[in-house]
Nanobody, 130 residues
């Protein structure tokens, strides 16, 4: 059974850092592009970045560029989201998702579009507050 599980959420002060993990099981992990999305209270889900199958290509939304970094370790079936310089507006539930679509890391609009992704984790809450 294909499964994505996010972990690492919690509370952090503005300016702080947090690392999230997305661990996969039940499928060939390196066949899939992984994206991260977030949803703030009362707002639509927002795509923030994606990483290519082997990790060599990444694309970031402008809202997180320069502050967030995504990496993956295919030997551990895990993608990591390092979040630095966190702001209150980064608060939300963070989801990882898997896509088998080709080339979406090269096109930002597709990378951050939830319609490109077939499998989703349950999400982990990140709260940025003083």
């Amino acid at each position: 059974q294909l499964q994505l599980v996010e972990s690492g959420g919690g509370s952090v002060q503005p300016g702080g850092s947090r690392r999230l993990s997305c661990t996969a099981s039940g499928f060939n992990f390196d066949d899939y592009i992984i994206g991260w999305f977030r949803q703030a209270p009362g707002k639509e889900r927002e795509g923030i970045l994606c990483i290519s199958r082997l990790g060599g290509g990444t694309t970031y939304a402008d809202s997180v560029k320069g502050r967030f970094t995504v990496t993956r370790d295919n030997s551990k079936n895990t993608v990591y989201l390092q979040m630095d310089g966190l702001k209150p507006e980064d608060t939300g539930v963070y989801f990882c998702a898997a896509s088998s679509a080709a080339g979406i890391t090269l096109i930002q609009t597709r990378c951050v579009s939830d319609t490109e992704y077939s499998y989703w984790g349950q999400g982990t809450q990140v709260t940025v507050s003083s």
